[in-house]
């Protein structure tokens, strides 16, 4: 089971990167950190793989208004590259591949991690290439 805890398991296993090492909480705030999580249900994962015909039903707006842009980072594997391309397409996007420009180690919640405001600035750049 895949949960936001994955780093405390890699940590206990012995695992971990030095990088990842490096980014996790340490002494009394990882116990806060910890507390709050909680493993992702079944359902939530079954209705994302469509298993059973269970995954979420949407009406498309017209391709690419409101401009859409997907990012993803090397680092999650909840966002494979390739499904989240598929997104980007889907509603007539952009995807950016972060390590297509040289940042690699961001994951799912890459605006919190180091180096974020190189992402800042891409973001800024394609804001700038789509504002009406």
Known sequence: MRCAGE?????????????????????????????????????????????????????????????VLVVTGVEDPGHPRQWDRATADLFGGDHLWLPDHGLLGHGHLMMGEEGSERIIALLLEWLERHAR
């Not at 090492?21 to 249900?41: H, M, N, Q, T």
């Not at 359902?43 to 793989?49: A, F, V």
């Open 7 to 67: 780093p405390i398991a890699w940590t206990g296993a012995g695992r971990q990167s030095d990088l990842a090492a490096s980014r996790l909480p340490k002494g009394a705030a990882i116990a806060r950190w910890s507390s709050f999580l909680a493993p992702e249900s079944t359902r939530t994962q079954d209705e994302r793989n469509d298993v059973y015909g269970q995954g979420l039903r949407i009406s498309l707006p017209r391709k690419g208004d409101p401009p």
